[in-house]
Every structure is written in structure tokens, then in C-alpha cells.
């Protein structure tokens, strides 16, 4: 694998469910973010990890949480979620802050019946 | 806080015409500016940056865009574009150093369609 693999890449989920969203990057990376990609809505940064330390979280509902075991993995844990959730979750990394290149995943299409 | 709005949402295009895609910024302080390309059912890609120095940036696919500091733009061009650069397009800003680590901000996103 290289780059920046993302599973499931589509995941339907009742309200009531709890599901986790991974991402792997094997990139060397020591920065991971989630993002949300809403339809005709920009990209929405969700969470920042540097060094496995959150360092953004950008106002996001409890009902989403994020856990970043090493620089390599990011999850993202969801439970309770509302239809207005369903969006397509990216996953991104970078080496450092100064250039910043972030590399990002396919992405997971979910869907909040 | 920095803001980035991209002009048009849709693009249509004969293949082999030129395309200019519009993006401009508001920011207060320096920024860095980037471009990425959104394949169908893919993430996103970088196609090219303005950190500093020469405001004319080359990208891959044939893409460069100018950095205009006066007029606060950053507007991505290709001479000739082919049917597989269909795909939506995404402009975004970074505060230039500061603590904001890794934050950029996204444009709503313009859809290029080429037309055979």
C-alpha cells in the first residue's frame, strides 16, 4: 500500500449505530486531519493530530471522536450521528508545517439513514 | 481569519480551448496558496503552491497559476485542456507561518467539464 488508504470507502449507519472511520498513511508523516465534504459546501477541517497530539479541534460535535494511536493511523469514532452527517469524510497528512503538501485519501462516503 | 472564494461553481469547456479557473483571497496577513484536483470517487491532489518568490507557479498537467498580491488572486490556467482534466477543482489558503499548523481553507470548488 502507499500513500493514503482510507476504509471503509462506504459505510451506511442508523442514528442509533456506532462506527469507526480508519485511515493508514505510509508516508512517513508526523501530521494526520479529518476533514468533511459536504455537497456545495467547502471542505470543513475537522481535527489536526501532529506527533499523535491533537492540536485542532475545529467546534466539532461530541458526537464525532477522533483517537490517534501513532503517526501512521487515524480513526475516527461515530456514534449517534444525524442525517445532516452523511458527507464524504477525507483523511489527509503532511510531513511538516512549513510546506504543508498534504496528501490525501479517497475518502469514505457515508450515509446517516 | 483568512477566507477563499473561487468564482464559478461550473466551468464548461471545449477540449483543447484554454480555461482559466478564478480563486481570490482575503487574508491580513501572508499567505500560502494552493491548488488542488478532485477526480470522481478519489481524494484530493495537489496540482501546485505559491510558498514565495516567483508569482508565475508551474503545476503538473500542463496547470500553472499566478499570484497577485494587489488584486488578491490566484487564478489557475491551462493553454489547452484535454477530456481527463474534467474534475473538480479547489482552491486554498494557509496563514504563512503563525501557529495555525496544517490549517487550510477551501474554496467551495469549481467543476470543470471538457467537452469533446
Known amino acids: 500500500e502507499t500513500g493514503v488508504t482510507q476504509t471503509p470507502r462506504h459505510l451506511v449507519m442508523g442514528m442509533t449505530n456506532k462506527k469507526s472511520l480508519k485511515c493508514e498513511q505510509h508516508l512517513g508523516h508526523n501530521a494526520m486531519y479529518w476533514y468533511k465534504q459536504s455537497a456545495k459546501k467547502p471542505l470543513e477541517l475537522m481535527f489536526v493530530?501532529?506527533?499523535?497530539?491533537?492540536?485542532e479541534n475545529n467546534s466539532v460535535p461530541s458526537r464525532f471522536s477522533p483517537e490517534c494511536p501513532n503517526s501512521s493511523h487515524l480513526f475516527l469514532h461515530l456514534h449517534t450521528l444525524q442525517p445532516e452527517d452523511s458527507a464524504l469524510y477525507l483523511c489527509?497528512?503532511?510531513?511538516?508545517?512549513?510546506?504543508?503538501?498534504?496528501?490525501f485519501g479517497p475518502g469514505t462516503r457515508l450515509t446517516v439513514l | 481569519a483568512q477566507s477563499v472564494t473561487q468564482l464559478d461553481s461550473q466551468v464548461p469547456v471545449f477540449e483543447e480551448a484554454p480555461v482559466e479557473l478564478r480563486c481570490n483571497y482575503s487574508?491580513?496577513?501572508?499567505?500560502?496558496l494552493f491548488w488542488y484536483v478532485q477526480y470522481p470517487n478519489q481524494g484530493l491532489q495537489l496540482l501546485l503552491k505559491?510558498?514565495?518568490?516567483?508569482?508565475l507557479v508551474k503545476g503538473i498537467n500542463g496547470f500553472e497559476a499566478e499570484f497577485n498580491k494587489s488584486q488578491t488572486s490566484f487564478h489557475l490556467r491551462k493553454p489547452s485542456v484535454h477530456i481527463s482534466d474534467t474534475a473538480e477543482y479547489f482552491c486554498?489558503?494557509?496563514?504563512?507561518?503563525?501557529?495555525?499548523?496544517?490549517?487550510?481553507?477551501f474554496g467551495q470548488g469549481t467543476i470543470l467539464t471538457v467537452h469533446p
Open positions: 486554498a489558503v494557509r496563514l504563512a507561518g503563525g501557529t495555525s499548523y496544517g490549517k487550510l481553507t
Open positions: 487574508s491580513s496577513v501572508s499567505v500560502y
Open positions: 489527509a497528512s503532511s510531513q511538516d508545517e512549513l510546506y504543508n503538501e498534504q496528501f
Open positions: 505559491y510558498l514565495s518568490g516567483s508569482t
Open positions: 493530530y501532529n506527533f499523535k497530539e491533537q492540536t
